[in-house]
C-alpha cells in the first residue's frame, strides 16, 4: 500500500518560491515514476513534472519549463518540486503522485494509481 505525504505548501508573492516535498512509503520506490500535478478551482488537474526514480530522467509541463524543478533524495524516500518565478496562474492544489506511465503519457493522471492528500499553493 503506497504511501504518499506532501508538505511545503503556503502563499508567497509573485516572483518568490517555494519547494513542495513528498515523503513515499509502503513499496519499491525506485521502480516507478513520482509527480506532481494540480488543480485550481474550476480547473481540470494539470500534470506538472515527474521524474523516473531509478533513472532521474525529469519530464515537465510547457507551462513550468525553466522555472520549476522535480528532484529527488532516495535515501530519504522523497522527491521535491522547486518552484521559482512565481506566477498567480501557479496558484492551486498540489499532489504528489506515483505511477508507472508509459512514454508519451508520463503527465497523464490515470497512470498514478497512487495519490498524496495535496498541499496548497497560493501566489498573490
Known amino acids: 500500500h503506497v504511501q504518499l505525504v506532501e508538505s511545503g505548501g503556503g502563499s508567497v508573492q509573485a516572483g518568490g518560491s517555494l519547494r513542495l516535498s513528498c515523503a513515499a512509503s509502503?513499496?519499491?520506490?525506485?521502480?516507478?515514476?513520482m509527480a506532481w500535478f494540480r488543480q485550481a478551482p474550476g480547473k481540470e488537474r494539470e500534470g506538472v513534472a515527474r521524474?523516473?526514480?531509478?533513472?532521474?530522467?525529469?519530464y515537465y509541463a510547457d507551462s513550468v519549463k525553466g522555472r520549476f524543478t522535480i528532484s529527488q533524495d532516495n535515501a530519504k524516500n522523497t522527491v521535491y518540486l522547486q518552484m521559482n518565478s512565481l506566477k498567480p496562474e501557479d496558484t492551486a492544489m498540489y499532489y504528489c503522485?506515483?505511477?508507472?506511465?508509459?512514454?508519451?503519457?508520463?503527465?497523464?493522471?490515470?497512470?498514478?494509481?497512487?495519490w498524496g492528500q495535496g498541499t496548497q499553493v497560493t501566489v498573490s
Open positions: 503522485a506515483a505511477g508507472t506511465p508509459p512514454p508519451s503519457f508520463e503527465l497523464r493522471d490515470g497512470w498514478y494509481p497512487a
Open positions: 521524474i523516473a526514480t531509478g533513472s532521474g530522467n525529469t
Open positions: 509502503g513499496y519499491t520506490y525506485n521502480r516507478n515514476c
